[in-house]
């Protein structure tokens, strides 16, 4: 079998592995060393250089599944992100981004950028005219999120493909929310595919890891930036990511169908005021969410009506976990306004619709009809105290 065709499941379980080439183990042996020869070697492999045998060969795993020539893997998401926008953007360059992103990156640009003499444009709405508007002259990057974080806007990966090749600049997209299973960037011409590997990746919320995905060339300019910038992930931490990914696909499938029953269970209760998941026929994005991804994945968030208790109602839960991430096995949810978008002004959060009674959530693999009667029983509790 040609490994170019293997299916999607096989390459998780099998693309990326080392070789246990003394014992014939199952699975890759892990190679903890932070010293390597260096004399009659091929590679003078270090730590440093993200190229140790298991982060070489889980940085393969990655670039199969997003379809791109190569990867990196690192400490972190936003050390992904942020070694990848400084390896392409300098001093007088211009990067567009969407105004709605995730809280981390968000405030990297804005207090960060000014240091290093970077401009930046926020794009005010998902279209192909809101980002032109914001193109100049030294523009560089488009860099996008797409489901957005926190409110699952979409947007069309195709259009900003032609946009950037119209401009000659450089595409790049936080692909965290998606995971290469529901979303594959590469397809519609992006350059650059991010991830928080903490997320989806992991899937265990028990790691902590970023990734990029690109064509060779790409890859080697964030490597010379990368190297020196010592964001690389320790070898025990690559092992754990690469069991984790061999089941990525099986979590995301039974999240994706936990998210569609819950959101269109919520839109219905009498004590959510809005729903925002890609995969309702309602959302604004739908029908561009089904043309671009396989499916609508397994994150999504609601607002609570006003007179909802948003604190009482979390502290009811049971089994789903007011907790700080997502993607993990477990249900978790938490308040953007609090966590993810604190570092916001409340202007800002106000411009991005981000409400003190936003809830974002992420689905994990348990029973749905246990996740349901968990929040049902948590906002009986809440109205019985109000009514006391």
């Not at 032609?162 to 350059?191: C, E, R, W, Y």
């Not at 080697?220 to 992930?233: D, P, R, T, V, Y």
């Not at 009809?369 to 006391?388: G, N, P, Y």
């Amino acid at each position: 079998m040609k490994s170019g065709k293997l299916g999607i499941n096989t390459i998780c379980t099998h693309v990326g592995e080392v070789e246990d080439t003394q014992f014939k183990g199952a699975v890759s042996p892990l190679f903890m060393s932070s010293s390597y020869a260096y004399e009659a070697v091929a590679v003078k492999r270090y730590p440093r250089y993200f190229n140790t045998p298991n982060q070489e060969a889980l940085s393969k795993k990655i670039a199969r599944l997003e379809k791109c020539d190569a990867a990196l893997i690192f400490g972190s998401g936003m050390a992904a992100i942020s070694t990848t926008m400084l390896a392409f953007l300098h001093k007088g360059d211009h990067v567009v981004l969407p105004q709605t992103l995730y809280g981390g990156t968000y405030n990297f640009v804005v207090e960060e950028f000014h240091k290093f003499g970077i401009e930046y444009s926020f794009a005010k709405g998902f279209s192909e005219k809101d980002f032109s508007k914001e193109m100049q002259s030294n523009t560089k990057v488009i860099f996008i999120e797409t489901p957005s974080n926190p409110l699952m806007r979409i947007t069309d990966l195709a259009m900003i493909s032609k946009l950037a090749k119209q401009h000659g600049v450089v595409t790049m997209i936080d692909n965290t929310f998606a995971s290469p299973v529901n979303q594959t960037p590469a397809d519609f011409g992006i350059d650059i595919i991010i991830h928080s590997a903490t997320k989806y990746m992991g899937g265990h919320s028990d790691i902590l890891a970023g990734a990029v995905a690109a064509s060779e060339a790409h890859i080697k300019i964030i490597w010379n930036l990368a190297k020196n910038l010592g964001g690389s992930l320790s070898d025990y931490t690559v092992w754990l990511l690469e069991r984790s990914m061999k089941t990525m696909v099986l979590r995301v499938k039974a999240q994706n169908k936990n998210a569609k029953k819950l959101a269109t269970w919520l839109a219905q209760h009498p004590l959510v005021a809005k729903v925002y998941y890609p995969g309702l026929k309602n959302h604004p994005d739908y029908k561009l969410a089904k043309k671009q991804m396989k499916g609508f994945t397994g994150m999504l968030s609601f607002e609570l009506k006003e007179a909802v208790d948003v604190d009482g109602f979390l502290k009811a839960l049971k089994i789903i976990k007011p907790s700080m991430s997502l993607a993990g096995v477990e249900s978790t949810i938490l308040s953007p306004a609090k966590t993810s978008h604190a570092l916001l002004s409340v202007e800002e959060r106000k411009r991005q619709n981000i409400s003190d009674g936003l809830l974002r959530f992420s689905l994990g693999i348990e029973e749905s009809e246990d996740i349901i009667t968990d929040i049902e029983e948590a906002f009986q509790k809440v109205s019985k105290l109000k009514k006391a």
